[in-house]
């Protein structure tokens, strides 16, 4: 996600290109750990939504450091399954974290899903968590992964509900304003929330070729670290795009803020907000 002070930017797929391939993906490859238990609650949720059977070939969009790519390659058994993202340090760290838990049959490949060209009817199932809400043009891009979805194939993409229903986004953003105005992407732009519509999303999946989708909503915890200063470096990892061009003052209210707020989230079990999700399922038609 961008933003220029507290205005949300809409980036185009090449402005996330040189994002997530440069100081955005070092980061989030390097707390790799942290990212991958943030969303580990909803896992269960989408891998049961796709369906995976033995010898299913799965294609797993903005897969990030890749744990859902390995979760589906292990319920693949016999099959394959393939993480697609733009960011090559987030995938080198996929990649050999396949390796260290001996995935054999998990790959990766830096691309930009929106326009790559994919073998067609290629893919049992089409998989992403959180992953598929950035394209610069989503109507355009599940009709280029519906072209390598096979007939009767599976889709199962997890999204966020809107920004009102999930804390970690309100409360974080509202900490880190100080007083200015919080943040908030424009319905429907490149975003977590671009799929925050389920009108907007079956829109867009049926013109794309896909049957009418279901929208199930989940709620789940959404971890941040083990303690306050862990998720405080986390968090600002993640928004500290909104203190780029603040004065000292506005930035040591705006810390003092997080750091209130986290505590505030602060459990047994570490520092969690309160999220909320659509679970998206639909098939190509046979």
Not at 89 to 101: E, G, K, V, Y
């Amino acid at each position: 996600m961008t933003s220029t002070g507290t205005a949300w930017v809409a980036p185009a797929n090449e402005d996330q290109l040189r994002a997530w391939d440069t100081a955005e993906g070092v980061f989030w490859a390097d707390q790799a750990d942290l990212f991958e238990h943030s969303l580990q609650r909803y896992d269960d949720w989408l891998l049961r939504a796709a369906g995976i059977r033995d010898g299913d070939h799965v294609l797993d969009v903005g897969c990030g450091t890749g744990s859902t790519t390995r979760a589906a390659a292990w319920l693949a058994g016999s099959g394959t399954a393939l993480g697609v993202d733009l960011s090559s340090p987030m995938l080198m760290a996929a990649a050999r974290r396949a390796r260290d838990t001996g995935v054999g049959n998990a790959t990766y490949l830096q691309a930009d899903a929106q326009v790559h060209m994919f073998e067609p009817t290629s893919y049992d199932v089409l998989l992403s968590r959180t992953g598929c809400t950035f394209f610069a043009d989503p109507l355009a891009a599940f009709t280029n992964l519906a072209r390598a979805i096979r007939p009767g194939g599976q889709v199962a993409l997890l999204v966020w509900q809107a920004p009102s229903q999930n804390p970690w986004f309100t409360e974080l953003t509202t900490a880190l304003a100080a007083g200015r105005v919080a943040p908030t992407p424009p319905p429907g732009a490149p975003s977590p929330f671009a799929f925050a519509d389920p009108t907007r999303v079956a829109d867009i999946l049926t013109a794309a070729g896909f049957a009418v989708p279901e929208c199930e909503p989940v709620k789940e915890s959404m971890y941040w670290g083990p303690d306050v200063r862990t998720a405080e470096a986390f968090v600002l990892g993640v928004l500290g795009w909104m203190l780029s061009d603040v004065d000292a003052d506005t930035r040591t209210r705006a810390i003092t803020n997080l750091r209130r707020t986290l505590v505030k989230h602060f459990t047994p079990g570490g520092v969690s907000f309160p999220s909320a999700a659509w679970l998206v399922t639909s098939r190509k038609p046979a």
